[in-house]
C-alpha cells in the first residue's frame, strides 16, 4: 500500500465509512456536522463533503413548496411510501421556520410523517431556516450530497413556502413542484406568477369531497395560465394535476410525471442545471462567508451600533453606511 493511500484511510473522517453504507445515524451525525457555525467543525464537514463527492450526483433532487395547510407534509408522506412499494429509497430535508429568539426550529419537535419515518428505506431530516435569504437552511445543498452519499436515490427538499425559498430550492434541485389548494375567482387571481413561473409540475392537493370538482376546475385554469408563461426547464412543458393526500388518489401518479420530466430533460439537461447550480452555489458561498466575515470583523463591530443609529435617524445614507463599514473590513 502507498503512503499517500494509507495516509488517506487513516485520516478518513470515522463518519465516512458508515455513511457510504447508508448508516441513517451516521447521516444524521453529518448533517449536524455540516450545520455548525464552529470553525473547527466547518474545517472537518470541508473535508468529509471532498471525500463523499465521488459518491453522490446520482439521486433524482425534487423540490415541494406550497403555502402553510396545503397538506405538503401529508402529501409527502404518502408519496414517499409509493416511492418505497417501488423499491426506491427516500431522504426528505425539511425546512421549518426558525425561532427569531432562540434560533431553533420551531416544527423540529414534532412528529412529522410518521410512518414514512419507520421504513429504513426513508430519512427525514427537519432543519432550521435561520437567517439565510429565503428562508433555506444555507447547509441544505451539503445535507443532499451527504444524503445522497448514503445511498438514496430521491431527494426531497420541502419549503416553508413563504418569502423566497422557492427560488432558493428552485435553484438546487432538478424538477420544482409547487403545491396549490383548490381555488377559483379571486383566490386563483391571489396566487403569486412568481412561484407559478418556477414550477415544473403543479399540483392542485385537497381534491377530495365537496372540493374534487373545485380542484379538476383550477387544475384546467392553471394549465390554461401555464401555456402564456415560458416555462422555466428546457425541453420540457409544466404540467398540471390534482391530488388527495388524505384519500392518495392521484399522488403515485406524480412519481409518473417525474419520470416524463426526466426524459425529456434527459442526463444531458440535468447534468448541464446541476452544473450551473454548482457555480452558483460557489458565489453563495463567497458572498455568505463574505457577509459572516464583515460581522466579526472588530473595527466593524465598532461602527455597527452608530452607523444604525444614523441611518435609522436619516443621518446619513445606508450606502454611505454600507461604505464605511468596508473601509473598516479593508483597514483603510
Known amino acids: 500500500m502507498s503512503a499517500s493511500v494509507a495516509t488517506s484511510q487513516t485520516s478518513a473522517d470515522p463518519l465516512l465509512a458508515p455513511l457510504l453504507v447508508g448508516d441513517r445515524r451516521a447521516l444524521a ?27 453522490t450526483g446520482k439521486s433524482v433532487r425534487l423540490g415541494i413548496t406550497g403555502v402553510p395547510g396545503v397538506g405538503k407534509s401529508t402529501l409527502i408522506e404518502r408519496f414517499g411510501l409509493s416511492l418505497i412499494e417501488r423499491g426506491r429509497s427516500l431522504a426528505v430535508l425539511a425546512i421549518d ?19 414514512l419515518s419507520r421504513h ?3 430519512f427525514i431530516r427537519p432543519s432550521p431556516a435561520g437567517a439565510t435569504l429565503g428562508g433555506v ?11 445522497e452519499a448514503a445511498g438514496f436515490d430521491t431527494v426531497i427538499v420541502e419549503t ?26 379571486d383566490d386563483l387571481q391571489g396566487i403569486k406568477r412568481g412561484v407559478i ?5 403543479i399540483v392542485v392537493n385537497k381534491a377530495d369531497g365537496d372540493l374534487k370538482a373545485t380542484a379538476r376546475r ?6 390554461h395560465a401555464l401555456r402564456m408563461l415560458r416555462s422555466p426547464t428546457a425541453g420540457w412543458t409544466p404540467e398540471v394535476t390534482t391530488s388527495s393526500a388524505q384519500t392518495g388518489e392521484g399522488v403515485a401518479e406524480i412519481w409518473e410525471v417525474v419520470q416524463r420530466f426526466n426524459a425529456a430533460v434527459g442526463e444531458k439537461g440535468i447534468a448541464r442545471r446541476r452544473a450551473e447550480q454548482a457555480r452558483a452555489w460557489m458565489w453563495n458561498e463567497v458572498g455568505e462567508t463574505l457577509l459572516a466575515d464583515l460581522r466579526r470583523h472588530p473595527d466593524v463591530r465598532k461602527l455597527v451600533g452608530g452607523l444604525e443609529r444614523e441611518v435609522e435617524a436619516g443621518r446619513t445614507t445606508p450606502a454611505a453606511a454600507a461604505r464605511r463599514m468596508l473601509q473598516a473590513f479593508h483597514g483603510r
Open 29 to 55: 451525525q453529518a448533517i449536524t456536522l455540516i450545520e455548525s457555525t464552529r470553525s473547527d467543525h466547518r474545517e472537518r464537514a470541508d473535508g468529509l463533503l471532498a471525500a463523499v463527492l465521488p459518491h
Open 97 to 115: 421556520p426558525s425561532s427569531k429568539r432562540g434560533g431553533g426550529s420551531i416544527l423540529g419537535d414534532k412528529t412529522r410523517m410518521e410512518e
Open 120 to 122: 429504513r428505506g426513508a
Open 137 to 147: 437552511a444555507r447547509r441544505t445543498r451539503e445535507a443532499m450530497l451527504l444524503a
Open 160 to 185: 416553508v413556502g413563504v418569502g423566497q425559498s422557492e427560488t432558493a430550492v428552485a435553484d438546487m434541485v432538478d424538477m420544482f413542484v409547487v403545491l396549490l389548494l383548490p381555488a377559483g375567482g
Open 197 to 201: 413561473e418556477l414550477a415544473d409540475l
Open 218 to 223: 383550477s387544475a384546467s385554469d392553471y394549465q
